[in-house]
């Protein structure tokens, strides 16, 4: 139902010799009319919550304003509803509001990312020692069959492929914990973790060492090794905020 973001067309201006440098071109956010059987607000909400989500956030460092006023022309409803999901939006974190600006959507520090990614790594873990005292075979063989294309070194060639399969395992591993609460505080958090899992999976050789993460997680729930299986998710979490803090210097 949601659109992808689309990049604006950068305005070019001549500029004074002694002015200052100009601010790299602001990107905006495209999307689509809202059907009106559900609360608007709620629709908005959802919609650009999940735009912000599959944006290339971090992929370059041009601002992403969100103008009320054409999302709310955009979407076919008035100004009110959008103003809301904002609202909302800023204070789960993924946006910021700016006095005679306007409200943009937020890219974490270097810091703030290892930060998150850390909190990740505790309610991950904590999924995968549940998933082994409950969950049924069956669901943790779903978890193989997700990577079942992928074998021989296939990741490379399919990595935006991939990089959708990563963030669905890594949101079953929550759902299947059958936790609610866990869920629930996971589910913020994710939407974090999926923009810059976005950005880190074609760094380095970050796709090829997180299938065989993986491979090694599936097989510890396999077992039913509970020890083993949190400790490997854990691990599989910290590496990536050991990654960020070593090369992801366009966060900074």
């Known amino acids: 139902m949601y659109s992808s973001m689309s990049s604006s067309a950068s305005v070019l201006r001549r500029r004074r010799p002694d002015a200052p440098p100009a601010k790299p071109a602001e990107r905006r956010v495209a999307v689509d009319p809202l059907a009106s059987s559900a609360s608007l607000k709620r629709q908005a909400y959802a919609a650009l919550k999940n735009a912000i989500a599959a944006m290339d956030v971090y992929g370059s460092r041009a601002e992403i304003r969100l103008d009320e006023r054409r999302l709310a022309a955009d979407f076919g409803i008035s100004r009110t509803p959008v103003r809301e999901a904002m609202a909302q939006l800023e204070r789960e974190g993924f946006v910021r509001s700016e006095p005679r600006r306007g409200v943009y959507v937020v890219r974490k520090s270097k810091r703030e990312v290892i930060e998150l990614i850390t909190a990740w790594a505790a309610l991950e873990s904590m ?7 409950q969950a049924t075979d069956d669901e943790i063989a779903s978890l193989r069959r997700m990577f079942a294309t992928f074998e021989n070194g296939a990741v490379r060639a399919h990595l935006d492929e991939y990089s959708q399969l990563n963030i669905e395992f890594h949101q079953t591993i929550i759902r299947l914990s059958r936790n609610e609460a866990l869920i629930h505080l996971a589910e913020n958090l994710f939407t974090h973790m999926r923009m810059i899992r976005r950005k880190t999976i074609g760094e380095k050789d970050r796709a090829d060492r997180s299938i ?6 599936i097989e510890a729930l396999e077992a039913r090794n509970t020890v083993r299986a949190e400790g490997l998710v ?10 960020v803090a070593k090369y992801a210097d366009y966060l900074d």
């Open 127 to 133: 999924a995968a020692r549940l998933i082994t005292q």
């Open 212 to 217: 065989r993460d993986h491979i090694h997680i």
């Open 234 to 243: 854990r691990d599989h979490a910290l590496g990536l905020a050991e990654h």
